[in-house]
Nanobody
Framework: EVQLVESGGGLVQTGGSLRLSCAGS????????IAWFRQAPGKEREGVSC????????ENAKFVKGRFIITSDGAKNTVYLQMNNLRPDDTAAYYC?????????????????????WGKGTLVTVSS
């Protein structure tokens, strides 16, 4: 059974940091690219960051503006999203997603319809 399990969400003050983790199981991690999406209350889901298999490909949404860093640890089947200088408008449920090998370079985080697997999400709340 394919599983993506997110962790690391929580409550943080404006300007603070969080590191989200996405642990994958039931599939060969290296065969997929991994992305983070988020959905704020009352808003549509939007892409945040993605990382390609060989870690040479990453893409971030424009709103990231250098604040977030996505990395992966193949030995642990885990992808991380280090989020710094958080703002109240970063408040959202953050979802880990797996899509086809090469998808980060091909699709970036612009199209969530190409996602093969989704995690259940972890909630990030940034207080002002």
């Amino acid at each position: 059974e394919v599983q993506l399990v997110e962790s690391g969400g929580g409550l943080v003050q404006t300007g603070g940091s969080l590191r989200l983790s996405c642990a994958g199981s039931g599939f060969t991690f290296d065969d997929y690219d991994i992305a983070w999406f988020r959905q704020a209350p009352g808003k549509e889901r939007e892409g945040v960051s993605c990382i390609g298999f060989n870690q040479r490909t990453t893409e971030n949404a424009k709103f990231v503006k250098g604040r977030f860093i996505i990395t992966s640890d193949g030995a642990k089947n885990t992808v991380y999203l280090q989020m710094n200088n958080l703002r109240p408008d970063d408040t959202a449920a953050y979802y880990c997603a797996a899509y086809e090998y090469g998808g980060c370079q091909k699709f970036g985080v612009r199209d969530d319809s190409v996602v093969d697997y989704w995690g259940k999400g972890t909630l990030v709340t940034v207080s002002s």
